[in-house]
């Protein structure tokens, strides 16, 4: 495993090579090309995006692929859901055009950078105003400056989007400004980057993670097994080694990962790279997702049966976002 460490060049040309057109998608994994026109359709409003180093760990010739399913436009995004709505959670109202969010008690998230290496079908801020938000620099100075004003924030999240988006020099930049920030004492964040093109995790980025003296947590995002091939493993390893816990979200999906014996091979996989399961969440109903909504009685029974089966360390916590609720909410 590990084999050559990888360098900035390999993860930025990953970005540039992603898969972008759904004939194009169709043609690679031998998918049915009467398709197309339907996953064009749907990928109108958002649009598809996936990394070749995804698409090696995807079945050819298989439409119900679980790692296909999280990133193929389907025509089941174009039919309108009841109680699917464009912003489930309020967030554009609770963000200010700083890209800050300030739901729960000493903590704030940071929207980072709008953009992601993927783009998941069942993503719930799908519909984000991105658009609305200030540019880069001027967005991230004003989440700083209300970071400093307000000394009940003792972590910050970086968002997105996806922050390993941003280049190095950049991340550390914005680790060494909340550094200046005294009560700031936690950095944590969440990124799907690991999983999705593990180049990213280069020896330099590691550095910049190590540099700051604050305590840095990483929170990726594994919904399936399948998604951990040796790269990834190898980029988990990395961050691991550096000393910097790793825990994992992962999203309750149907037809990805609603069987026990599917998250129960998850979570081994996970606890043996020394990655600790950390949330299983409901899906948030987003519009354009209604399909992988698997109902929470079914959530409860699959969490059992991993009680029943894994040391309690190795079970994620069951939890749904509730707007106004000052946490999660716990479900199990
Ligand atoms: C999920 C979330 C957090 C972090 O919550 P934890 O339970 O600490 O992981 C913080 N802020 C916002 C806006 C969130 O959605
Ligand atoms: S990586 Fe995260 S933010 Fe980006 S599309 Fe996927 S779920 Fe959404």
Redesign the pocket.
């Known amino acids: 495993m590990g084999g050559c460490l990888p360098h900035d060049s390999d993860w930025q040309d990953c970005l540039v090579e992603a898969v972008r057109s759904p004939a194009e998608l169709c043609g690679l994994l031998g998918l049915p090309a009467a398709r197309v026109g339907e996953m064009e359709l749907a990928a109108a409003d958002f649009p598809m995006l996936v990394p070749r180093a995804w698409l090696g760990r995807v079945r050819r010739g298989d439409l119900a692929d679980p790692l296909l399913r999280q990133v193929l436009p389907t025509v089941e995004e174009c039919r309108p859901v009841d109680g699917f709505t464009a912003d489930p959670l309020a967030e554009s109202r609770a963000a200010c055009s700083a890209g800050l969010?300030k739901?729960?008690q000493g903590?704030a998230?940071v929207v980072a950078t709008p953009t992601c290496a993927v783009h998941c079908r069942y993503c719930f801020r799908r519909h984000f105003p991105f658009d609305r938000l200030e540019c880069e620099s001027g967005r991230l100075a004003a989440a700083l400056a209300a970071i400093d004003a307000d000394a009940s924030i003792a972590e910050v999240?970086l968002s997105g989007g996806d922050p390993l988006m941003l280049a190095d020099d950049r991340l550390a930049g914005l680790a060494q400004a909340l550094e200046r920030i005294e009560h700031v004492r936690r950095l944590r964040i969440h990124t799907r980057m690991p999983i999705v093109i593990p180049q990213r995790v280069t020896p330099s980025l590691v550095g910049v993670l190590r540099a700051t003296r604050r305590a840095v947590i990483v929170v990726v995002q594994v919904n399936h097994p399948a998604e951990i091939d040796q790269h990834v493993a190898a980029a988990l390893e990395r961050l691991v080694d550096a000393g910097i816990p790793v825990l994992n979200q992962s999203v309750l999906l149907r037809g990805v990962n609603d069987r026990a014996e599917v998250l129960e091979s998850l979570c081994r996989r996970l606890v043996d790279l020394r990655v600790l399961p950390y949330y299983l969440h409901q899906l948030d109903r987003v519009a354009g997702a209604a399909h992988f909504e698997v109902p929470e009685q079914e959530g409860r029974a699959l969490v059992k049966a991993l009680r029943a089966r894994l040391p309690g360390y190795a079970v994620p916590r069951y939890v749904r976002?509730t707007p106004g609720q000052t946490?999660?909410e716990p479900l199990a």
């Open positions: 969010l739901k729960y903590r998230l999240i976002e946490a999660k």
